[in-house]
């Protein structure tokens, strides 16, 4: 199965690294996923700046009290203001809540009541940075990626290349084949890089997927193969060995082609799933493949990590 990318969470707070919405160009998402020094706490302060004040008197007292970490009195005054006022200032209240439930160095550090808070302000006032925060903390507290979904499709909506990847990872590993199909939606959003395109690869590969499409599927590996994807090598290989059965005109050169395929993929790094099968294939002559004993046990002692 192929492993959705985590966002990862980091106590530093003086990072102020996220966007609002409307605030230009997005940097690209991964690498904030990959930046530790991006926090919860900057991430919504970030967010809060991004809401309109309207909430009058009582809001800004609560404000004051956040900022002077009387966390005690923004707890105790913030039922009674959700009440009171309007949703828009009531999104405000409950940002002001989540940051204050996720600061791990007050009393009521709380990721739970976190979440809770952030996604009822998203869903008066949706922004960028509001969704990267929530899938920050749905990580966190590993909650199904299932709570991600809007999280995921707000971003993908912004052309985010990132949340466009992660809702296909998320979408085609299901077992429905009505949920799968909505991978296909944002296949146009993905970023022209190595990963993304075995990621549609794989996709072109698997007959479920309802986007099956061997050739598109072998260029892409191809294109792939050519900059250096170990992975793109590997499926190139797989793919040389089911072709050749039902295609006898090429198969003695796809064939031709396996064990240095494999043996490419493999000095490249590759070691995931079918690289044993792949060296037994080689080391026995399975499938057609010409028998090359000394080429298997090259790269088992690659893999095994033999000097």
């Given at each position: 199965?192929i492993?959705?990318?985590?966002?990862?969470?980091?106590?530093?707070?003086?990072?102020?690294?996220?966007?609002?919405?409307?605030?230009?160009?997005?940097?690209?998402?991964?690498?904030?996923?990959?930046?530790?020094?991006?926090?919860i706490?900057?991430?919504?302060?970030?967010?809060?700046?991004?809401?309109?004040?309207s909430?009058?008197?009582?809001?800004?007292?609560?404000?004051?009290?956040?900022?002077?970490?009387?966390?005690?009195?923004?707890?105790?005054?913030?039922?009674?203001?959700?009440?009171?006022?309007?949703?828009?200032t009531?999104?405000?209240?409950?940002?002001?809540?989540?940051?204050?439930?996720?600061?791990?160095?007050?009393?009521?550090?709380?990721?739970?009541?976190?979440?809770?808070?952030?996604?009822?302000?998203?869903?008066?006032?949706?922004?960028?940075?509001?969704?990267?925060?929530?899938?920050?903390?749905?990580?966190?507290?590993?909650?199904?990626?299932?709570?991600k979904?809007?999280?995921?499709?707000?971003?993908?909506?912004?052309?985010?290349?990132?949340?466009?990847?992660?809702?296909?990872?998320?979408?085609?590993?299901?077992?429905?084949?009505?949920?799968?199909?909505?991978?296909?939606?944002?296949?146009?959003?993905?970023?022209?890089?190595?990963?993304?395109?075995?990621l549609?690869?794989?996709?072109?590969?698997?007959?479920?997927?309802?986007?099956?499409?061997?050739?598109s599927?072998?260029?892409?590996?191809?294109?792939?193969?050519?900059?250096?994807?170990?992975e793109?090598?590997?499926?190139?290989?797989?793919?040389?060995?089911?072709?050749?059965k039902?295609?006898?005109?090429?198969?003695?050169?796809?064939?031709?082609?396996?064990?240095?395929?494999?043996?490419?993929?493999?000095r490249?790094?590759?070691?995931?799933?079918?690289?044993?099968?792949?060296?037994?294939?080689?080391?026995?002559?399975?499938?057609?493949?010409?028998?090359?004993?000394?080429?298997?046990?090259?790269?088992?002692?690659?893999?095994?990590?033999?000097?």
């Amino acid at each position: 199965m192929i492993e959705t990318g985590q966002r990862i969470m980091s106590d530093n707070f003086e990072n102020d690294g996220w966007e609002a919405e409307g605030s230009g160009q997005a940097q690209d998402l991964f690498a904030k996923y990959k930046v530790p020094a991006i926090g919860i706490a900057a991430a919504l302060t970030i967010a809060f700046g991004s809401l309109s004040l309207s909430g009058g008197g009582d809001y800004e007292s609560m404000r004051v009290s956040y900022l002077k970490g009387e966390y005690d009195d923004v707890i105790s005054t913030a039922d009674d203001l959700l009440e009171a006022v309007d949703a828009y200032t009531g999104a405000e209240v409950n940002l002001l809540l989540s940051k204050v439930y996720s600061d791990k160095s007050g009393d009521y550090y709380d990721l739970d009541l976190a979440l809770s808070s952030l996604e009822q302000s998203f869903a008066v006032q949706p922004t960028k940075a509001l969704a990267n925060t929530a899938i920050l903390y749905i990580n966190e507290l590993g909650y199904p990626e299932k709570r991600k979904l809007k999280y995921l499709e707000h971003l993908a909506k912004s052309k985010d290349s990132t949340a466009a990847r992660e809702l296909i990872i998320i979408y085609s590993s299901q077992p429905s084949l009505k949920e799968r199909a909505k991978a296909k939606k944002y296949v146009g959003h993905l970023a022209d890089t190595l990963e993304n395109k075995v990621l549609l690869a794989r996709l072109y590969l698997d007959k479920s997927s309802g986007m099956f499409n061997q050739s598109s599927a072998m260029r892409l590996l191809a294109s792939a193969a050519n900059s250096g994807s170990p992975e793109a090598l590997f499926l190139m290989a797989k793919q040389n060995l089911i072709i050749a059965k039902y295609s006898p005109k090429v198969a003695s050169k796809l064939l031709g082609e396996y064990p240095s395929l494999v043996a490419r993929a493999v000095r490249l790094g590759y070691r995931g799933d079918g690289v044993d099968e792949a060296i037994e294939t080689i080391k026995f002559g399975r499938d057609g493949v010409l028998r090359n004993a000394s080429l298997a046990k090259e790269l088992r002692r690659l893999i095994d990590g033999v000097e």
